[in-house]
Nanobody, 125 residues
Framework: QVQLVESGGGLVQAGGSLRLSCSASGVTFSTYTMGWFRQAPGKEREFVAMITWSGSSTYYADSMKGRFTISRDNAKNTMYLQMSSLKPEDTAVYYC??????????????????WGQGTQVTVSS
């Protein structure tokens, strides 16, 4: 049994920062591939960032590079997304996802088996 819960979303002005958290329960995710995705109204779910907990490698979508930082604390079974220089186009529901194995197609939502409920991030102009 796996459960993922996101937190830390909210309203922030353009240029501001937020830190999202994803806590896992049921199993340890120390060896899991985990990622952040987001979905704005009327749009498809979009890849944000990925981290391999076993190797601590990180990957980002081009629009997020230099602004977002993904990290994890395996002892706490928690993953984070530090967001800086936020833009109105970053407004979306942000989702935490997990997969038991590393996949080269990590940018695709379809490869992830476990998802949280999402947390709303709203960036005002």
């Amino acid at each position: 049994q796996v459960q993922l819960v996101e937190s830390g979303g909210g309203l922030v002005q353009a240029g501001g920062s937020l830190r999202l958290s994803c806590s896992a329960s049921g199993v340890t995710f120390s060896t899991y591939t985990m990622g952040w995705f987001r979905q704005a109204p009327g749009k498809e779910r979009e890849f944000v960032a990925m981290i391999t907990w076993s190797g601590s490698s990180t990957y980002y979508a081009d629009s997020m590079k230099g602004r977002f930082t993904i990290s994890r604390d395996n002892a706490k079974n928690t993953m984070y997304l530090q967001m800086s220089s936020l833009k109105p186009e970053d407004t979306a529901v942000y989702y935490c996802a997990a997969d038991k194995v590393y996949r080269r197609s990590y940018e695709s939502p379809a490869v992830y088996d476990y998802w949280g409920q999402g947390t709303q991030v709203t960036v005002s102009s």
